[in-house]
């Protein structure tokens, strides 16, 4: 069973900064993608960014520039660093990773990290 543990959620005041973390119970290099979303009551989860595992990564319009994906593979976490925070990125934030491709595809999620930006 793999585990996706989240952390480093916080309140902050809009333009600070804050980094989530998701450590994997899984060698991340065993995954053939990893990314972020992120959900607010009412709202569909909505993807943040992704990281495939060949380092590439895709961005929602409303974060680029502002926020980083990454990972350490030796910690077997991923990382997403937001800077420049707006009242609008206030959600709880997921971490999602992903094994195989088509019918075969495997998808985990975390339970989750809140994020709360203050005007």
């Known amino acids: 069973q793999v585990q996706l543990v989240e952390s480093g959620g916080g309140d902050v005041q809009a333009g600070g900064s804050l980094r989530v973390s998701c450590a994997s119970s899984l060698r991340i290099v065993s995954f053939n993608g990893m990314g972020w979303y992120r959900q607010v009551p009412g709202k569909q989860r909505e993807l943040v960014a992704t990281?495939?595992?060949?380092?590439?990564?895709n961005y929602a319009d409303s974060v680029k520039g502002r926020f980083t994906i990454s990972r350490d593979n030796a910690k077997n976490t991923l990382y997403l660093q937001m800077n420049s925070l707006k009242p609008e990125d206030t959600a709880v934030y997921y971490c999602n990773a992903w094994t195989g491709w088509g019918v075969g595809r495997s998808e985990y999620w975390g339970q989750g990290t809140q994020g709360t930006v203050s005007s």
């Open positions: 990281l495939s595992s060949s380092l590439f990564t």
